[in-house]
């Protein structure tokens, strides 16, 4: 089992403003699956998330990564743990505005020691056109295959992804959810997909919905849509 995460128990505030976020989660995901979070605002899925990757301090449980145990680590731990096995990608994309599409992505490859071939990712992405521009001379499906493109030029066996279609068009959406279906095929990538988009969850091999914190139900699918079939976008 590539991700495990056991009684993981995740909580904000203190006294009256005290809110356990979540309550002991339990779930586990293969290696180079794809795995969709459902839930309504407020429930937890966008926590869990940080907790696996490391940027949220979990109350108590356990999450293990590759065998690796996150819970407990410290800061220079969780950074080598960040750098070495995940790539994020979320809703806003967070490119740096004075660098180019193509200085963006360095930021990242010079993160690791192996990283996948510029060219060649550059050319997966629809991006060898657009490289040499800045971010605010890109549209945001554009911006966003910077942002995958960034992510994944560190070859990462973890990508973690909150909301990746949230501000984008349903063409654009489809278009990005393919790219991602391709990499998990190309690279063998592990998922986990962050969304309130009912369609999104057809096309991932794992599902899980979380209630008030807790996982309400999870499933896999025995059939899948592929993501150009995808409606409803």
Known sequence: MYLEVKDLKKSYGEGSSYVQVLKGINTSLDAGKMCVIQGSSGSG??????????????????????????????????????????????????LIPDLTVKENIQICQYLTKEPLPMGQLLETLGLVEHQNKFPSQLSGGQQQRCAIARALIKNPKLLLCDEPTGALDSKTSRDILVLLEEINRIYGTTMLIVTHNNAIRKMVHKVIHIKDGEISREYENQVRVPAAQLEDL
Do not use: H, W
């Open 45 to 94: 899925k966008s926590t869990l998330l940080n907790c696996i990757g490391g940027l949220d301090k979990m109350d108590s449980g356990s999450v293990k990564v590759d065998g690796q145990e996150i819970a407990g680590l410290k800061p220079d731990g969780l950074s080598e743990y960040r750098r070495k096995k995940l790539g994020f990608i979320f809703q806003f994309y967070n």
